[in-house]
């Protein structure tokens, strides 16, 4: 075994791509978002970002695409530095064993979300950060674009409209969060930010780069949003457990790292003091997760033996 200052990271992602091709047309694009439906899904991508700074990607590492649940992670951790442990107080931070957008569980607990990665818990997020910002769509981009560097990050307000104009079991959760008394602004508000925010449109270059800023080497502030190692150390421990819909301990065993997935078929994971990594294919399998991405992060912390784990 090689040490990791002379590990070839270029060739091994070059290896990784070339060994999941087999699986590439495997799965199937979301399409319950009209504008996510015509996406070309035969697109792969993938970066990977040291904490020494050195940075390696394999084909369209480069190319924007929806980020969708990824960007309930930043919307999170914005939440965590204005409310601190208060707002475990709105939203719980147990695995839903559910899909990420079910009306059943969140009927049972009268509206209490499970975690803020579900749909209901990002929903109630919003609420908080639409209540606590003087303009909660400028923090936003403000955080993402500071905390992965690019400053053109932007909404997609085609793919946010798009899904407003589909979104029924979103607008359901919305409905059955504010009858429980669990969200305050008005249902439209909280729903049209919970959609922009999911339409961001970012590369794997930009998520590698952002998370890089979740190792844990050092707390950190962007954007006015500042995080302590405490609470960066407990918001991998949810992505660790809910970040990857009902499939986080298939996950948690085949690649043993935090992270976060979207339905756009991308997933940002990282690897705490080591590295952070994004990719992205369209393609995903029942349970919502990329089915490239799933193989190509198995088999960089196989071929690499660096995983939480
Ligand atoms: N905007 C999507 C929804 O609410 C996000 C889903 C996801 O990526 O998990 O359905």
């Not at 040291?50 to 919307?75: C, H, M, N, W, Y």
């Amino acid at each position: 075994m090689k040490s990791k200052s002379e590990f070839d990271y270029r060739q091994l992602l070059e290896g990784i791509y070339y060994d999941i091709l087999p699986y590439s047309g495997d799965g199937e694009q979301a399409d319950y978002i009209p504008a996510l439906a015509r996406v070309n899904p035969d697109q792969f991508g993938m970066c990977l970002k040291l904490v020494d700074g050195r940075e390696f990607s394999v084909r369209q590492a480069d190319t924007p695409f929806s980020i969708q649940s990824i960007s309930k992670v930043f919307a999170l951790a914005m939440a965590m530095s204005l409310k601190g442990e208060s707002i475990w107080k709105r939203v719980g931070k147990e695995p839903s064993g559910t899909a990420f957008n079910s009306l059943v569980q969140l009927e049972s607990e009268r509206g209490f979300p499970r975690n803020p990665f579900i749909n209901a818990g990002a929903i109630v997020i919003a609420d908080v950060l639409l209540s606590s910002l003087p303009d909660a769509d400028s923090s936003f981009l403000s955080f993402v674009r500071s905390i992965c560097g690019n400053t053109s990050v932007s909404y997609d307000f085609e793919v946010a409209q798009s899904e407003r104009a589909s979104g029924f079991l979103n607008a359901a959760i919305a409905n059955l969060l504010k009858h429980h008394g669990r969200i305050s602004n008005d249902i439209e508000e909280v729903l049209g930010f919970y959609f922009r925010i999911c339409s961001v449109n970012m590369s794997c270059r930009d998520l590698a780069r952002a998370f890089l800023a979740f190792t844990n080497v050092k707390p950190f502030e962007y954007g006015g949003f500042s995080l302590t190692s405490s609470q960066i150390k407990r918001l991998n421990a949810v992505m660790q457990t809910c970040g990857f819909y009902d499939e986080a301990g298939e996950f948690s065993y085949l690649v043993g790292l935090p992270g976060k997935s979207g339905v756009g078929g991308g997933i940002v994971a990282d690897c705490p003091g080591r590295y952070s990594v994004a990719v992205w294919s369209p393609r995903l399998n029942g349970k919502g997760n990329s089915v490239l991405g799933m193989k190509a992060l198995e088999l960089l912390t196989t071929r690499t033996e660096e995983s939480i784990f």
